[in-house]
């Protein structure tokens, strides 16, 4: 049963005020949303903080770079499982990023070359449709090629369903981090 003095309110304007309130409300529930996607979006690219992630997990410790890119985030991360992939830009730093790293030598390359193929088809393979060309993607636009000079870094856990590369060029002064987990 609806109240006569209610009715009244809507007829008198009272129902501006209440559309009014709605809009506001729905303004700032937007807000608060870009503000919180803004925010996480800022943490996640955090230098320090990623390197510091990936000695507290994976043991190696490196300087922070001047800028973090994701070059590819997990779309589905169910319990943390996943695919990450970043590029960590140390362009004209006077700092050593190679030092917990192994130099790649004619000895080495291939290991570390089966290293890095397992990964691009791992992870190519566990997507379909439109993710794996989008990663697909990822890895033709950026230099994953083992070259001698260059250094890198491998650890395996869990009898190798989660590990972590990282693959430092040289002559790009960039490293590429390749994190699966599963």
């Known amino acids: 049963m609806v109240n006569q003095h209610t009715c009244y309110f809507f007829k008198k304007g009272g129902g501006i ?39 507290e997990r994976w043991g190696i410790s490196i300087p922070s770079p001047n800028k973090v890119t994701a070059l590819w985030t997990e779309p589905f991360p169910a319990r943390g499982d996943g695919i990450w992939i970043k590029r960590l830009d140390y362009t004209n730093q006077d700092t050593s990023i190679t030092r917990n790293m192994i130099k790649i030598t004619e000895t080495n390359q291939a290991e570390v070359q089966q290293y890095v193929s ?65």
């Open 17 to 55: 005020f209440v559309k009014k309130l709605i809009g506001i409300v729905i303004v700032i529930i937007v807000l608060i949303s870009f503000i919180g996607l803004f925010l996480m979006k800022s943490l996640e690219s955090d230098p320090l903080e990623i390197v510091t992630s990936y000695e």
């Open 118 to 182: 397992k990964f691009i088809s791992s992870s190519i393979n566990s997507y379909s449709d439109d993710y794996k060309v989008k990663i697909q993607n990822v890895f033709r636009d950026i230099n994953v090629n083992v070259e001698i000079g260059d250094y890198y870094y491998y650890k395996s856990e869990n009898g190798g369903y989660d590990y972590f590369i990282s693959l430092c060029k040289v002559s790009e002064q960039v490293v590429y981090t390749f994190e699966w987990h599963q």
